[in-house]
């Protein structure tokens, strides 16, 4: 296998897990600003419908919350868990965009360059894109 080809299979391999995270980042970002899960609004509809005592479940555990005045802490606890993961998150989308973008600079395009290939040459240019 050319040395191109083992570098182009690296940058498919950050490129893909750049897209999974990014596609978290997004469904994360929803349920910030929403307080939904995007997930579970697709999933829904996949699923039997949720049983009236569960509902019920759930409201009482919230009145409950309310009552006893933890309600806000337990959203807050929760808010500051969510946005944690959401910093976490985008330092990791940073760290994988920075080791693409070094694949491509330090790795990929001199040895595009040095192949002659076109191909390899349009590579690098739709990876840098």
Do not use: C, W
């Not at 750049?18 to 999933?43: C, S």
């Not at 944690?84 to 491509?104: F, G, V």
């Amino acid at each position: 296998m050319e040395p191109f080809d083992v570098l182009r299979r690296e940058a498919t391999k950050l490129e893909r897990s750049l897209e999974d995270k990014i596609a978290r980042y997004h469904q994360l970002a929803h349920k910030i600003t929403t307080g939904t899960d995007t997930d579970h609004h697709n999933q829904h509809h996949h699923h039997r419908p949720t049983s009236p005592s569960l509902h019920h479940r759930t409201s009482t555990n919230l009145l409950e919350s309310a009552e006893n005045g933890t309600l806000s802490s337990v959203t807050t606890s929760q808010d500051e868990n969510l946005e944690m993961e959401e910093q976490n998150l985008a330092k990791d989308i940073n760290r994988t965009l920075t080791l693409l973008s070094d694949l491509i600079n330090t790795k990929m395009s001199p040895n595009a360059s040095k192949s002659n290939n076109s191909h390899h040459s349009l590579l690098v240019k739709r990876y840098r894109e």
